[in-house]
């Protein structure tokens, strides 16, 4: 009997498709691009995948600060946007837990900057943010808070700055809908208990609320850390990592190495050194996740 | 001095009263006893002692001070709820430690304290532990620790033991009063088990629908039930109920039997009243097998119908002008069904209410 007919066999040829396509879509692109990072791999020169050059990529991103300024400004970038995220998302989730009525309608609006391509949002926000024409601008100026155009877009830290507001306004609602389910599952014995045990009101959201929410507070970190951290388009429209590389950031360096340079074999080393990053935060959030969860869960 | 002092309370949710002007006065380190069947309102006139419940009418009072519109934090009370409500992210010492904390004691001094509330609970091995690393006595027991620590003026406990099995709920009864007698205070405490209402009350507080049907001592509520909703709410199994009429000084039953009218209530009634007698299980037994043999009484012969031995007393299920009447039989006898036989009413220890209003007939 040959041995794709005997019933140990079955399992095998069964998963056999599945395993396939997992290989082709995943395992050999990783692979691949595992090892073109190893080589001197140029786009416009095709035999250049053959040029094996060792550790040399990972030795020259290493002591190199063009890498290492955009890897310093994403986790920058990161840590802003996630803290100034959460926060806003704090006080629209407790503000929204706090309204009777019209509770699902601003829920549902909440949502809608999520909906739209990020493409968009960076287009939105590049309007918004133009110096001659942009409306922040003109109305600071109608209200007479500057007198000249403020170059939102063209100075290093402005710049910067204005990225950093059209992310927060696209993705603070999944602070604030995570935040906001925490509120609605938290229960209400121990805010009663803090009362009586001598709490005013900011007291018991320090002290009950607060820890409570954490734990959901890390889910949305974790999420949206993978995402800022590979943050491209919004940049890209806005800036193009402009000006002179002042808001360069992790990916759009990568792109910008492999697609306008060519360099494959040296983008695809710097998007391994930067996918460690990612893999750091998001480990980070899910340990302080697990060990909230472990007083959170069936404690009542 | 912590007297506490309801005067015409009242709640309503929306259009919806939920309790109608309730007038009591708790007296300094008594240990009051709300109880009622459940929906009856004691959760939400004590949570309005606690200042968790906006008070919609009338005036409470905690020693001097008139407390309506104070938050629970200056009301100096702690308070068990049913669940707990640990706090799930500290451990039992911060648990026990948090209102002090709050207070701004002293490190040393919350550890002592703390040290001193976890010994008398029993809770110095636990210390360490997290509410989910703990039993339902445990987390029980926590909660008490974390109301005692304050050392507050008055506690409020809002069921705290409906949550345990039979056994722990026992234990944690007797503790509960042990406590009591140890750290003297004034205690507010709301039930649905009337068991717990007779063991641990200095007064009970019977409520029903929003409204205080009767306030006493166990024994007043027992012996003196001011309704015929006090009389089967108090005491298990309940007592029985049977509609008669006053006639000729006695007490005509549905199928026209008749017992004399117990001597002490002869006053208050008059002839042709429509009453229900009342009488405890505990008083009708066969003769020569009750609990008193003598004073005033009646003979009736019945049939039981179901016998429920307990090992030193019975509980027979018998009947009478056509209504299921039950009886105790005390002594080691067992009864076999369909056995008939002459029952001794204790006529001194039966009730009669009025049919209509269901009160007592004794004018009180
Ligand atoms: N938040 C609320 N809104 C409307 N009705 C309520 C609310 N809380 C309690 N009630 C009603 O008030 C009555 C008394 O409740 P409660 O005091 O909890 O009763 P219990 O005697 O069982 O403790 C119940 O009929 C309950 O349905
Ligand atoms: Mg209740």
Redesign the pocket.
């Known amino acids: 009997m040959p041995f794709w007919r005997r019933e140990s066999a079955t399992p095998f040829l069964l998963l056999t498709p599945a395993m396939l396509t997992m290989a082709f879509v995943v395992v050999f692109p990783l692979v691949f691009s595992m090892y073109t990072s190893f080589t001197g791999f140029r786009l416009t020169k095709p035999a250049s995948l053959y040029d094996w050059v060792g550790f040399r990529n990972y030795a020259r991103i290493l002591s190199d600060p063009e890498f290492w300024i955009p890897f310093g400004r994403t986790v920058l970038f990161l840590t802003v946007v996630l803290n100034v995220e959460f926060l806003l998302g704090l006080g629209i989730a407790l503000l929204i837990n706090r309204i009777t009525w019209g509770q699902r309608t601003l829920r549902t609006i909440m949502m809608f900057p999520m909906m739209f391509s990020p493409i968009l949002v960076g287009f939105m926000f590049k309007f918004l943010f133009n110096d001659n024409i942009g409306i922040v601008n003109n109305a600071l100026q109608s209200l007479g808070l500057s007198d000249g155009a403020i170059p939102w877009l063209v100075d290093g830290k402005l710049a910067f700055f204005s990225i950093a507001i059209a992310e927060v306004w696209m993705s603070t609602s999944v602070f604030a809908i995570l935040l906001l389910a925490g509120l609605f599952a938290m229960p209400r014995d121990p805010l009663e208990a803090a009362k009586v045990d001598g709490c005013n009101a900011w007291q018991t959201f320090r002290h009950i609320t607060l820890p409570f929410l954490m734990p959901f507070a890390y889910i949305a970190m974790a999420i949206r850390s993978l995402d800022v951290a590979r943050a491209y388009d919004i940049v890209t429209v806005m800036t193009d990592g402009g000006p002179a590389g002042r808001t360069e950031i992790l990916w759009t360096l990568i792109g910008r190495v492999g697609y306008d340079n060519s360099r494959m074999g040296m983008a695809n080393a710097m998007a391994y050194v930067s996918t460690i990053l990612s893999i750091l935060f998001t480990w980070y959030f899910y340990r302080k996740l697990v060990a909230a969860r472990r007083y959170m869960g069936g404690a009542q | 001095m912590a007297e506490i002092t309801l005067e015409k309370v009242v709640k309503k949710?929306g259009a919806?009263n939920?309790v109608h002007g309730i007038d009591l006065t708790i007296a300094h380190e008594e240990f009051v006893v709300l109880v009622?069947p459940?929906?009856?309102?004691?959760?939400?006139?004590l949570r309005m002692i606690a200042g968790l419940e906006d008070i919609s009418g009338g005036i409470v009072r905690i020693g001097e001070r008139v407390v309506n519109d104070l938050p629970p934090r200056k009301r100096n009370i702690s308070m068990v709820f049913q669940n707990y409500a640990l706090y799930p992210h500290m451990n039992v010492r911060e648990n026990l430690g948090f209102g002090l904390k709050i207070a701004g004691e002293a490190p040393d001094s919350i550890t002592k304290r703390v040290d001193e509330a976890a010994d008398i609970l029993g809770l110095t091995p636990l210390l360490d532990r997290t509410p989910a690393e703990l039993s339902g006595g445990q987390r029980q027991r926590v909660a008490m620790g974390r109301a005692i620590v304050r050392r507050p003026e008055v506690f409020l406990f809002d069921e705290p033991l409906s949550n345990l099995d039979a056994k722990l709920r026992g234990q944690m009864r007797a503790e509960i009063k042990k406590l009591h007698q140890k750290v003297r205070t004034t205690v507010v405490y709301?039930t649905?088990d009337q068991v717990e209402a007779m063991t641990l009350a200095d007064r009970i507080v019977v409520?029903k629908d929003?409204r205080i049907e009767q306030v006493g001592t166990p024994m007043e509520v027992f012996n003196h039930p001011r309704s015929t909703f006090v009389a089967t709410f108090i005491g298990s199994p309940p007592m029985n109920l049977l509609p008669a009429t006053i006639d000729g000084g006695a007490v005509r039953l549905a199928d026209g039997t008749v017992v004399p009218v117990p001597e002490r209530l002869r006053a208050f009634t008059r002839d042709g009243q429509k009453v229900t007698l009342g009488i405890r299980p505990d008083d009708i037994s066969p003769v020569g097998h009750g609990l008193s043999q003598d004073g005033p009484g009646a003979e009736v012969g019945m049939v039981a119908e179901l016998a429920e031995p307990l090992g030193m007393e019975s509980l027979i299920y018998t009947r009478l002008a056509g209504q299921e009447v039950l009886a105790k039989l005390y002594g080691p006898r067992i009864v076999q069904p369909g056995e008939a036989l002459i029952f001794r009413m204790a006529l001194d220890r039966a009730h009669l209410f009025d049919a209509e209003t269901g009160l007592s007939v004794r004018a009180d």
């Not at chain 2, 459940?38 to 006139?45: E, I, L, P």
């Open positions: 949710y919806v939920v009622g459940s929906g009856c309102g004691k959760s939400t006139t709301v649905h409520m929003g």
